[in-house]
């Protein structure tokens, strides 16, 4: 059975950091290209970073050079360590892993910035 998990997520003040972790089971997890996705009350969900199977990473505009998107194949996880939060940051985070045949989705993490 596949399993995938967020964490991480929290409450915290414009200016501040927090590391999302995402963990799945079930699956060889080094096959799969992995996304962040946020979405936000009345908005659409969106992709916010994206790591290959093989390491190549892609960011949203609105988090370049503030998120970094890395994976740890050992430990089947996959991580999103965000700096310098804005309230626009706001939303539910969720991880997305893809593979030619198949897609998993997370239940998601609340991140809520406060001004």
């Known amino acids: 059975q596949v399993q995938v998990v967020e964490s991480g997520g929290g409450l915290v003040q414009a200016g501040g950091s927090l590391r999302l972790s995402c963990a799945a089971s079930g699956i060889i997890f080094s096959i799969y290209a992995i996304g962040w996705y946020r979405q936000a009350p009345g908005k659409q969900r969106e992709l916010v970073a994206s790591?290959?199977?093989?390491?190549?990473?892609n960011y949203a505009d609105s988090v370049k050079g503030r998120f970094t998107i890395s994976r740890d194949n050992a430990k089947n996880t996959v991580y999103l360590q965000m700096n310098s939060l804005k309230p626009d940051d706001t939303a539910v985070y969720y991880c997305?892993?893809?593979?030619?045949?198949?897609?998993?989705w997370g239940q998601g993490t609340q991140v809520t910035v406060s001004s």
């Open positions: 790591i290959t199977s093989g390491g190549r990473t």
């Open positions: 997305n892993l893809k593979s030619v045949t198949w897609f998993y």
